[in-house]
């Protein structure tokens, strides 16, 4: 188990959002999860041909117009972007930045999981059909890093810029490593982003889970300071690394250990779906240490995969900032590490 020093200042989040099924902007997730009303769901089409099964997922609705900065980047690129981006202008603005952020060293890292899946498809459905007319335009956009770059130079990101690649907790890396920089001063702040488009792909393989698992898209966005206004990253527990069921069990245990000396009035962001196969194992371990109060996102947002810990935290942020009461995440991962999290109300 990983856990900050006990004598190292919680850091502090004082800028985030959220895009997700729920709609864009922070406030949105937060209310969609309070009303506990199901979101839609839309088909996922297969290109050139159909499945012999359901396959549906929950997008993030049109973007409203004048949310992104002009910028002939965004033409082009990719829906992750566009998700990141929404997330970043949302969390930027909340931090007091300007666009260009100006007086302060900021950094960026995007973690993501599938990447610019939709682009990598078309591309290569291209090269495979007919190779010579195969769009250059497209291939650029098919690198993990594509976003990141374009996030970058949209926004005016002077700092460090990285990408992360892992499973649905990927974002606590992200995070560790944000606060890497910030104790070293290389930066001044740092822009932290989690994000994942939809493809009917990816909603595919989520349905080699469960059946009934919905696949989602999203992204959310912090920015992290030394100090500042805003909750309080106070803990950051993992990871709890696991190979097969047996190890999954004693990651979790631990996971939970790690974070069951929060106050009693804490909210509990879990990592629960609806589906009793793929929720027991929590729900077995949490039984008689969870607070009152236990929310799931994911029965209403859907497995938004490399967004899905992102998501869980900007709730987590926002029962901070709107209900003044501290949160708990318990990401349990999938294949790797568990993660967990405790953000309290500002000071």
Request: charged share 15%.
């Amino acid at each position: 188990m990983i856990v900050p020093s006990e004598n190292a200042p919680p850091t502090a989040i004082i800028g985030a959002g959220a895009a997700s099924p729920a709609g864009w902007g922070i406030q949105s997730l937060l209310a969609a999860i309070q009303s506990g009303e199901e979101l839609p769901s839309t088909p996922s089409e297969r290109p050139g041909g159909d499945r012999p099964w359901a396959c549906s997922a929950r997008r993030v609705p049109p973007l409203p117009a004048g949310l992104l900065p002009r910028s002939p980047r965004l033409r082009r690129s990719s829906n992750i972007t566009k998700l990141a981006m929404g997330a970043a202008v949302e969390a930027l603005a909340d931090a007091g930045h300007t666009q260009p952020p100006q007086g302060a060293r900021l950094g960026l890292i995007l973690c993501v999981m599938n990447g610019c899946v939709d682009f990598t498809g078309r591309f290569f459905n291209e090269v495979l059909d007919t190779p010579t007319l195969a769009s250059p335009i497209l291939f650029p956009e098919t690198v993990f890093n594509a976003p990141a770059s374009h996030v970058a130079q949209c926004l005016g990101i002077d700092g460090p810029v990285s990408t992360l690649i892992g499973e649905p907790t990927n974002l606590a890396e992200g995070l560790r490593m944000a606060t890497t920089w910030l104790d070293a001063e290389l930066i001044d702040q740092c822009l932290v982003i989690a994000a994942e488009e939809h493809n009917w792909l990816s909603s595919e393989a989520v349905g080699y889970y469960h059946c009934d698992l919905i696949a989602s898209e999203g992204a959310a966005a912090f920015v992290l300071a030394p100090t500042g206004r805003g909750p309080r990253l106070s803990s950051l527990t993992g990871p709890f690394p696991f190979i097969g069921p047996s190890e999954r069990s004693t990651a979790l245990q631990e996971l939970v250990a790690s974070l069951s000396t929060s106050p009693p009035n804490a909210v509990l962001i879990d990592g629960r779906c609806g589906i009793p196969s793929l929720d027991q194992l929590e729900f077995d371990t949490w039984a008689g240490r969870s607070p009152d109060q236990v929310w799931s996102p994911k029965k209403l947002l859907g497995e938004s995969m490399g967004a899905s810990m992102g998501l869980q935290l900007a709730l987590a942020v926002e029962v901070a900032r709107s209900l003044a009461r501290p949160a708990l995440v318990s990401s349990p991962g999938y294949n790797a590490a568990a993660y967990g999290a405790i953000v309290s109300p500002a000071s």
